[in-house]
C-alpha cells in the first residue's frame, strides 16, 4: 500500500506571496492533518480533516488554512507568507478515529525569501 | 507533550548496546502514546504506541514504558544498529485527532 504522499517536496517563495501544500492520504484513510516543523517549536499542530470537515485547530493565525476534498486529499493554504513560516510542512493520515495511528508523509520544505 | 527532568536532547550509544529514550508528557488525560523515529530528510516515522491502560508494550527490538504516576514514557532500542541513528519524538494524544509532540532526542550510533 503507498504511503502518505506530499506535493511539491520543495517550495521556495518570498513574502507577502500565498502557497499551496498538497498532501494524499494512504489509500484507505479518511482522516488528514497537517503539522507545521521548525527548529525552534519542534512539530506544531495545524488543523485535522475528516469527511472534509475540519475537526481540530491549532493555534496559527488565520493565514493557514486547509480544506479537504471527496476522496480525502488534502490541500493547505499559507497566505501573505512570512519569514518565519518557512518550515517543513507535514500531512499525516490516519482512518479516523480519535486514538489511530497518524502515518506521516515526507513533508513539503517552505523557504520564504 | 513536553520536555523536563529526564529529557535529554542528545543520546550518543555504542553499536550494540542497550538505548533508552526518556520523555516526560503533559496531560494526565493523554490516552494514546506514540513514538515516532524522523530520519534526515523524511517525516516521522511510527515505531510503537501504548495505551494508557498498559505499562508496557514490545516491539521488535523496541519496548515502550509508560507511568503515569509520574507522566514518563521511556523507548528502549536494544542492540543498537547504526540505523537507528536518528531524531526519536514521543507523542501523546488527547483522543481529539491531533497529537502533542515531545522535543526529540537526537541519538547517534558509534561504531
Known amino acids: 500500500k503507498a504511503g502518505v504522499t506530499q506535493t511539491p517536496r520543495y517550495l521556495i517563495k518570498t513574502r507577502g506571496q500565498q502557497v499551496t501544500l498538497s498532501c494524499s492520504p494512504i489509500?484507505?484513510?479518511?482522516?488528514v492533518s497537517w503539522y507545521q516543523q521548525t527548529p525552534g517549536q519542534g512539530l506544531q499542530f495545524l488543523f485535522e480533516?475528516?469527511?472534509?470537515?475540519?475537526?481540530n485547530k491549532g493555534n496559527f493565525p488565520g493565514r493557514f488554512s486547509g480544506r479537504q476534498f471527496s476522496n480525502s486529499r488534502s490541500e493547505m493554504n499559507v497566505s501573505t507568507l512570512e519569514l518565519g513560516d518557512s518550515a517543513l510542512y507535514l500531512c499525516a493520515s490516519s482512518t479516523g478515529g480519535p486514538g489511530d495511528t497518524q502515518y506521516f508523509g515526507p513533508g513539503t520544505r517552505l523557504t520564504v525569501l | 507533550g513536553e520536555s523536563v527532568g529526564l529529557h535529554l536532547p542528545t543520546l550518543s550509544v555504542q553499536e550494540g548496546d542497550n538505548s533508552i529514550i526518556n520523555c516526560a508528557y503533559s496531560n494526565s488525560a493523554s490516552d494514546y502514546f506514540i513514538w515516532y523515529k524522523q530520519e534526515s530528510g523524511k517525516g516521522p516515522q511510527f515505531i510503537i504506541d501504548i495505551r494508557s491502560n498498559m505499562d508496557k508494550r514490545q516491539g521488535q527490538r523496541v519496548t515502550v514504558l509508560l507511568n503515569k504516576t509520574v507522566k514518563h514514557l521511556s523507548l528502549q532500542i536494544a542492540a543498537t544498529q547504526p540505523g537507528d541513528s536518528a531524531v526519536y519524538f514521543c507523542?501523546?494524544?488527547?483522543?481529539?485527532?491531533?497529537?502533542?509532540f515531545g522535543a526529540g532526542t537526537t541519538v547517534t550510533v558509534r561504531a
Open positions: 507523542a501523546e494524544n488527547l483522543s481529539d485527532y491531533k497529537l502533542s
Open positions: 489509500s484507505g484513510h479518511r482522516s
Open positions: 480533516y475528516f469527511s472534509e470537515t475540519q475537526r
